[in-house]
């Protein structure tokens, strides 16, 4: 059990100041991994998507649900005939599976992406990359949530 | 709705060498999974789409969903081979853009 920070509640009411007349009732559906394994399959093409190549670096405990930093790497030469065409990423047990798609082309020279997504609770993110000669290849972590975002 | 976006990368590199572009645009992505005081859902607005290009030519483009956070955050890395000019377009859903520019030398 970890000791509330006195700077975590006065953030958190800063936000609840930022809300305004917002009042915070709504509990969407959330997706599920068997959901979030549909979506990911129509993403890429009904292909399947195998371990490994893939490292996505979050936090293991995210105390603000609202923003979680994110960092996708794939392992890739990143030259015109073998790169990277698409990362995608994934949440199943947000109200809506799909967070976002990267389109790369060989100029990035780097297969690594960074952005922050919402979690509304604990669950997994899913990291899946499809590759230029046909191939998917993905990851998953958990993330544990203090304090859920998506408003929700 | 829209603010100004901000954008991070060198004026300066080597040829061949691969750089780092930070960008970031204010905006509250509203998820749409929210509802106001009276009860009432609160629309979704959110960016849902970003693209660069370098000299005209697309180098990565992002389609974001409601689950991004607010004033999305993207970095990414880009070889560059000659100078140019990045363009940076992000879309709202009410149709609106926003464009950002930054220039490289490259020697």
């Not at chain 1, 899913?126 to 408003?151: L, R």
């Not at chain 2, 849902?48 to 956070?69: C, D, Q, R, W, Y």
Request: glycine share 8%; with cysteine; charged share 25%.
């Amino acid at each position: 059990m970890r000791a509330v920070k006195r700077r975590d509640v006065l953030r958190g009411a800063a936000a609840l100041a930022a809300a305004g007349t917002v009042v915070l009732t709504l509990r969407p559906a959330r997706a599920t991994p068997e959901k979030t394994a549909e979506v990911m399959g129509k993403l890429i093409g009904g292909k399947t998507a195998k371990e490994g190549r893939v490292t996505l670096t979050m936090p293991q405990i995210a105390e603000n649900g609202n923003t979680v930093p994110l960092t996708v790497s794939v392992e890739s030469p990143m030259t015109e005939k073998d790169y990277v065409k698409a990362v995608h990423i994934l949440a199943d047990g947000n109200p809506e599976p799909a967070v976002a798609t990267f389109g790369f082309t060989p100029q990035i020279g780097k297969a690594e992406i960074s952005t922050r997504m919402r979690m509304a609770k604990t669950q997994n993110i899913w990291a899946v990359a499809e590759m230029s000669d046909g191939s998917a290849w993905m990851t998953k972590t958990e993330v544990k949530v203090t304090i859920g975002g998506c408003g929700g | 709705m829209m603010s100004k976006a901000r954008v991070r990368l060198p004026s300066k590199a080597k040829k061949g060498e691969v750089i780092e572009i930070k960008t970031l645009i204010n905006h509250t992505m509203e998820s749409g999974q929210r509802k106001d005081s009276a009860g009432n859902p609160i629309p979704r607005q959110i960016i849902n789409k970003m693209t660069a290009t370098f000299n005209g030519k697309e180098i990565l483009n992002a389609t974001l969903h409601p689950g991004v956070s607010a004033n999305p955050y993207i970095s990414f890395f880009t070889k560059v081979e000659e100078s140019g000019t990045f363009e940076f377009v992000w879309h709202d859903d009410d149709g609106s853009t926003v464009k950002e520019t930054a220039k490289i030398t490259v020697g």
